[in-house]
């Protein structure tokens, strides 16, 4: 009886313990994806923004995905609001200067060659690895 019951459990175990190695996650870094929407408005820097114009799908609870290049998806979400960033480091002594808006949201990713980001359905911007804040995958659209 005994040799029995090993016999059947003992394949059940193996074939879970190596379902479980084949299924291991991939490690994922946290990062941040910033893309910074050149929509060139007017307005005070540092106050909640959206795309303009043809950007206008770039907004607050906007859906978006992270893809690898084969398109599989890695991250999605919805965007954060944005938020207003002068255009010129210089200070113009005005409330209102030249912006672009700018969207940040933090993502776990695992590692892959090129990254790719896909907001409410648009076709894809790609993303860049920049270290220069923090871990990062920029883009500037337009580009």
């Known amino acids: 009886m005994r040799r029995l019951l090993a016999a059947l459990v003992l394949p059940l175990l193996l074939t879970g313990a190596l379902t479980a190695c084949g299924d291991a996650e991939e490690a994922r870094t946290a990062m941040t994806v910033r893309v910074l929407v050149r929509d060139i408005n007017i307005r ?57 808006c700018e969207f940040a949201v933090p993502v776990d990713l695992a590692a892959r060659d090129a990254y790719r980001l896909v907001v409410d359905g648009h076709p894809p911007v790609a993303l860049t690895l920049n270290d220069s804040e923090g871990p990062a995958l920029v883009a500037v659209v337009p580009s």
């Not at 114009?53 to 770039?58: E, L, Q, R, W």
């Not at 607050?60 to 979400?77: H, I, K, S």
């Not at 919805?78 to 200070?91: C, I, M, Q």
């Open 44 to 100: 005070p820097a540092g106050v909640e923004c959206a795309g303009t114009g043809p950007y206008t799908h770039f907004h607050n609870r906007a859906p978006f995905q992270v893809v690898d290049a084969a398109g599989r998806t890695l991250a999605e979400g919805a965007l954060a609001p944005g938020r207003s960033v002068a255009t010129f480091a210089e200070d113009l002594e005005v409330t209102r200067v030249p912006t672009y």
